[in-house]
T-cell receptor
Framework: DTGVSQDPRHKITKRGQNVTFRCDPI?????LYWYRQTLGQGPEFLTY????????KSRLLSDRFSAERPKGSFSTLEIQRTEQGDSAMYLC??????????FGPGTRLTVL | DQQVKQNSPSLSVQEGRISILNCDYT??????FLWYKKYPAEGPTFLIS?????DKNEDGRFTVFLNKSAKHLSLHIVPSQPGDSAVYFC???????????????FGKGTHLIIQP
């Protein structure tokens, strides 16, 4: 069990650029979640996959945000036309079932 | 409207004493509760959880208490150690009813500082 990994750990981009983050869950975890955390707040749920199916995406912050998990293993989160308000920590978590989620180290995004 | 509230932004406790972190929730559909610990620049680390069918769960130095009627839970750390200094998040899930599809709802966290 190597834990949840995320890449990159840090990303600095200019406003208007597209960015993509990758998450590799714990092997055999069929559930994968994306969260955003801003300063002074707890993580905020964005979207959820069970295997390759995206079962909840209404909480994505805008239509500039999209996520995929094409083969039910790793997942990507893309933000198009980034804005300064998108600067945050993006966290991925995986779970073998409906309960405990295990988080990765996060990707810190800075939009200049 | 915050469904999970941690009303103490910070808490300072002497090493060796008990640390008590509190959490309140408003959503009656929540049936699974978790505590996570977070160091700066890292992701949250799972500590302990409790299902709504229980009122206490213990794991080593960590004990979580759940009072469903008051919609309140607390995390006790005994004895507190310097390595416990971190931000602690309370989280809740409508797991059984929601199938986990809503993800976890987190409080804003409590910064625990263990004084030597």
């Amino acid at each position: 069990d190597t834990g949840v990994s995320q890449d990159p750990r840090h990303k600095i981009t200019k406003r208007g650029q597209n960015v993509t983050f990758r998450c590799d869950p714990i092997s055999e975890h069929n559930r994968l979640y994306w969260y955003r955390q801003t300063l002074g707040q707890g993580p905020e749920f964005l979207t959820y996959f069970q295997n390759e199916a995206q079962l909840e995406k209404s909480r994505l912050l805008s239509d500039r945000f999209s996520a995929e998990r094409p083969k039910g293993s790793f997942s990507t989160l893309e933000i198009q036309r980034t804005e300064q308000g998108d600067s945050a920590m993006y966290l991925c978590a995986s779970s073998p079932g409906w309960n405990t989620q295990y988080f990765g180290p996060g990707t810190r995004l800075t939009v200049l | 409207d915050q469904q999970v509230k941690q009303n103490s932004p910070s808490l300072s406790v002497q090493e060796g004493r008990i640390s008590i972190l509190n959490c309140d929730y408003t959503n009656s559909m929540f049936d699974y509760f978790l505590w996570y610990k977070k160091y700066p620049a890292e992701g949250p680390t799972f500590l302990i959880s409790i299902s709504s069918i229980k009122d206490k769960n213990e794991d080593g130095r960590f004990t979580v208490f759940l009072n469903k009627s008051a919609k309140h839970l607390s995390l006790h750390i005994v004895p507190s150690q310097p390595g416990d200094s971190a931000v602690y998040f309370c989280a809740a899930s409508a797991g059984y009813s929601g199938g986990g599809a809503d993800g976890l709802t987190f409080g804003k966290g409590t910064h625990l500082i263990i004084q030597p």
